[in-house]
C-alpha cells in the first residue's frame, strides 16, 4: 500500500519561501514518477511540478517556473518542492502524488497515489 505523506505548508508573506516535503512508503519508487498538485478554493487541481524518480528529469508549471524547484532523496524515499518568490496566488492546497512509470505527465488523471494535501497560504 502506498502512502504519501506531504508536510511543510503554512502562512507566508508575499516574497517569502516554503519548503513542502513529501515522504513515501510502501514501494520502491525508483520507477515512479512522483509530481506535486495544487488546488485553489472553488477551482480545479493543477500540475505544478514533477519528477522521473529514476531518471531525474523534471518538468513544470509555466506559472512556477523560475521560482519552485522539485526535488528528491531516493535513499530516504522523500520528496521536495522548494516554493521561492511566493505569490498570493499559490495560495493553494498542495498534493504530493505518485505514478507506477517512469515517463514524466502533467495529467492529474495519470496519477495512481495521492497524499492527504498540506496548505499554503501566501499574503499580500
Known amino acids: 500500500q502506498v502512502q504519501l505523506v506531504e508536510s511543510g505548508g503554512g502562512l507566508v508573506q508575499a516574497g517569502g519561501s516554503l519548503r513542502l516535503s513529501c515522504a513515501a512508503s510502501?514501494?520502491?519508487?525508483?520507477?515512479?514518477?512522483m509530481g506535486w498538485f495544487r488546488q485553489a478554493p472553488g477551482k480545479e487541481r493543477d500540475f505544478v511540478a514533477a519528477?522521473?524518480?529514476?531518471?531525474?528529469?523534471?518538468g513544470y508549471a509555466d506559472s512556477v517556473k523560475g521560482r519552485f524547484t522539485i526535488s528528491g532523496d531516493n535513499a530516504k524515499n522523500m520528496m521536495y518542492l522548494q516554493m521561492n518568490s511566493l505569490k498570493p496566488e499559490d495560495t493553494a492546497v498542495y498534493y504530493c502524488?505518485?505514478?507506477?512509470?517512469?515517463?514524466?505527465?502533467?495529467?492529474?488523471?495519470?496519477?495512481?497515489?495521492w497524499g492527504q494535501g498540506t496548505q499554503v497560504t501566501v499574503s499580500s
Open positions: 510502501g514501494r520502491t519508487f525508483s520507477r515512479y514518477t
Open positions: 519528477i522521473s524518480w529514476g531518471g531525474g528529469s523534471t
Open positions: 502524488a505518485a505514478r507506477a512509470t517512469r515517463v514524466l505527465v502533467t495529467a492529474k488523471s495519470a496519477y495512481d497515489y
